[in-house]
């Protein structure tokens, strides 16, 4: 009954690989997020989704390809993996935009790139 | 642009007792702000939620206040326990869009 999940938990690879790291949320939320949490915890947005259509994209990289075939689902798909991409990813959802309800968040998934 | 800070870093106090966390911000044109709390490995549980009409929310031995005048938030935790122990993170909303920004958070530890 997790209501936000993300999978995997722990994703080890090299550099130039592709990864895609999958969350779904049973909550019902009409808004889901992927969040970076770098080295020094410092926690900054990535992407918005609110039912289906991307509301803020963050000046990531463009290797960087969030989808959402649904409003419960996000996933994030990474292209040419860099060292610097290695942090924790953490899904988020929330019923109304980030400013108006609480967020729920995922576990996170742990990137290291090798 | 929203900037938000959370100071001490980290802070260890004896079970017990009463403690307070601060947060400020540098954007008072907010709707609301609110308090996360960190287990190591885990992802963050929203705490409360405090709007920007209200100067008080409660939660159980937990208690958030408001002054956006001052760009100032505090988290009360009443009759701390050892259960207490995790990073809490406060966030504060971008004016004009649905960005929330993070503090680095206040890292607590209660010393049985």
């Known amino acids: 009954d997790t209501a936000v999940s993300q999978t995997p938990k722990y994703l080890v690879t090299q550099m130039g690989n592709d990864k895609s790291i999958k969350c779904e949320q049973n909550l019902g939320h009409d808004t889901m997020y992927w969040y970076k949490q770098d080295s020094k915890k410092f926690l900054k947005i990535m992407f918005s989704y609110n039912n289906k259509e991307l509301i803020i994209n963050e000046t990531v990289p463009n290797r960087f390809s969030p989808k959402s075939p649904d409003k419960a689902h996000l996933n994030l798909h990474i292209n040419s993996l860099e060292l610097g991409d290695s942090a924790v990813y953490f899904c988020?959802?929330?019923?109304?935009?980030?400013?108006?309800?609480?967020?729920?968040f995922g576990n996170g998934t742990r990137l290291t790139v090798t | 642009k929203q900037e938000v800070t959370q100071i001490p870093a980290a802070l260890s106090v004896p079970e017990g007792e009463n403690l307070v966390l601060n947060c400020s911000f540098t954007d008072s044109a907010i709707y609301n702000l609110q308090w996360f709390r960190q287990d190591p490995g885990k992802g963050l549980t929203s705490l409360l939620l405090i709007q920007s009409s209200q100067r008080e929310q409660t939660s159980g031995r937990l208690n958030a206040s408001l002054d956006k005048s001052s760009g100032r938030s505090t988290l009360y935790i009443a009759a701390s326990q050892p259960g207490d122990s995790a990073t809490y993170l406060c966030?504060?909303?971008?004016?004009?869009?649905?960005?929330?920004?993070f503090g680095t958070g206040t890292r607590l530890t209660i010393i049985p």
């Open positions: 988020a959802s929330s019923q109304e935009a980030s400013y108006n309800s609480p967020l729920h």
């Open positions: 966030a504060a909303p971008n004016f004009g869009n649905e960005k929330l920004t």
